[in-house]
């Protein structure tokens, strides 16, 4: 309780702007030290060297910079809507999805072409839907992130808020030096993503792919296995092979909202589902009056998203678009991976 009690007053003087010394952010139950010498023992009892330990955490001190980034992340909200009560999707997109990254995305297919269509045979996922994650991502492999990872997930983990989460990408981080990845090569996002994909250790653990077949799950330089690891997370998180992930739809104010709204729960992503309505097959959107703007078959089970309300573009989303939300539980973010992927298609 104690340590829970110093957290919340590091988050509120940190909230309020207040600048913390260093030193301040030891004032945790346990030195950073010490902290990390527990992880060092729990990673030891899941067969992590010891060399590996010593060598990743040889001077890691935690990172004021991590901590300040990871409370702006809750506490920052763009300009409402009033009638949702959420940022303007459309705005989001029109920033988001820019001309020159809808180029970039062209660009990027006709680089990859060959490799992009073997690897859509292989897994049933679009090369577009791939193509338009690795530009939100990391701009097609631009912008990977320079932040120390081993530094930015001990501090994560040590600072306490989601522990249990970063303390196992923590133990995961140190198995993948242990794999025979470069300790210079452990560089990513504050928040512990890496490589173009920007997966967190525990999902290059378990989906990233050695595509090109040298034996190294290159995420940071290989198009290959980019490609077939991002594919890989898609298959994983159950994407239809030959399903859209949403179409543009005409929506008639007749359209009983309350009557079709959704109930499915997250609980690790509360403020994102209930916006959607419940599934239906696009048969019944017709026979409401909802007419589809894009390609998508009469028995597709889907839900309906007007995110900027009811005069605004409507969209209805298929179960692909809820495996796009796996990969970054946002609104937001899935709707502008869709849609660029749709543009860069185009
Ligand atoms: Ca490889």
């Known amino acids: 309780m104690i340590m829970i009690r110093k957290s919340l007053v590091l988050a509120m003087a940190l909230a309020t702007g207040i600048t913390v010394a260093p030193s301040d952010l030891r004032a945790q139950e346990q030195s950073f030290e010490a902290y990390l010498d527990s992880v060092a023992a729990k990673a030891r009892a899941e ?30 909200s763009g300009r409402l ?8 999707m459309s705005s989001y997109i029109e920033r988001h999805n820019s001309q020159s990254r809808i180029n970039g995305g062209r660009r990027t297919m006709a680089r990859i072409a060959s490799l992009a269509n073997s690897v859509e045979q292989t897994y049933g996922v679009p090369a577009e839907i791939i193509v338009a994650i690795w530009g939100h991502e990391t701009a097609y492999g631009a ?37 025979g990845v470069a300790r210079s090569n452990l560089v990513g996002s504050w928040a512990g993503a890496f490589g173009n994909p ?46 859209a992930w949403g179409v543009r739809a ?20 509360p403020r994102v589902h209930p916006r959607h309505s419940k599934f239906l097959p696009v048969s019944e959107w017709r026979a409401m009056g909802v007419i ?22 409507g969209y ?31």
């Open 292 to 313: 589809p703007r894009g390609e998508i078959g009469d028995d597709v089970m889907a839900m309906l998203f007007e995110p900027d309300g009811p005069a605004a573009p």
């Open 198 to 243: 920007q997966f967190l250790p525990s999902v290059y653990l378990r989906l990233a792919v050695d595509g090109d077949g040298d034996g190294a799950r290159d995420i940071w330089n290989s198009d290959a296995d980019t490609l077939h690891s991002i594919a890989n997370y898609f298959r994983d998180h159950g994407w239809q092979a030959g399903e």
């Open 81 to 88: 809507n009033p009638d949702t009560g959420f940022a303007f």
């Open 143 to 179: 912008v990977k992130g320079g932040f120390d990872l081993p530094r930015s997930i001990a501090t994560l983990a040590w600072e306490g808020r989601r522990r249990d989460r970063f303390e196992r990408e923590l133990i995961d981080v140190l198995k993948i030096a242990d794999s």
């Open 316 to 346: 209805l989303l298929t179960q692909n678009y809820r495996a796009i939300l796996e990969y970054n539980c946002s609104n937001y973010y899935a709707m502008s991976v869709g849609l660029l992927a749709d543009a860069i298609a185009q």
């Open 250 to 269: 005409y929506v008639p104010n007749s359209v009983d909202r309350d009557a079709v709204a959704g109930d499915y729960v997250d609980p690790e992503c």
């Open 47 to 76: 067969g992590v060297r010891d060399a590996t330990i010593s060598e990743v955490f040889a001077d890691l001190t935690p990172n004021n910079r991590v901590i300040e980034l990871d409370r702006d992340n809750v506490t920052s």
